[in-house]
């Protein structure tokens, strides 16, 4: 069983910065990891996504503005985002254990609660 909790969130204008950090219970070096977001009214979409290898997947909408990492020593993964939009604002859940590498939401099987992330114009 892997638990993950989510920090980081919080509320930023157009054009700032934030960094997301999700620390896991229980053993996930092997694992992809990824992290997804939902505003109201939307369904669950895909941000980025990185295997044990390091190599990544990122939605077309953050490509060149988020940086997907992961330290596998301190069981931690990160989303480092810049140059942030209003239309980024939504509740930014951290997964784990892809049963294929994926942006899908229905490819993992452990998810945090998720932490939330407000730009402002």
């Known amino acids: 069983q892997v638990q993950l909790v989510e920090s980081g969130g919080g509320s930023v204008q157009s054009g700032g910065s934030l960094r997301l950090s999700c620390a896991a219970s229980g053993y996930t070096s092997s694992y992809c990891m990824g992290w997804f977001r939902q505003a109201p009214g939307k369904e669950r979409e895909g941000v980025a996504a990185i295997n044990f290898a390091g190599s990544t997947s990122y939605a077309d909408s953050v490509k060149g503005r988020f940086t997907i990492s992961r330290d596998n020593a301190k069981n931690s993964l990160y989303l480092q985002m810049n140059s942030l939009k209003p239309e980024d604002t939504a509740m930014y859940y951290c997964?784990?254990?892809?049963?294929?590498?994926?942006?899908?939401?229905?490819?993992?099987?452990?998810w945090g609660q998720g932490t939330q992330v407000t730009v402002s114009s």
């Open positions: 997964a784990a254990y892809c049963v294929y590498f994926s942006l899908q939401s229905s490819a993992f099987r452990y």
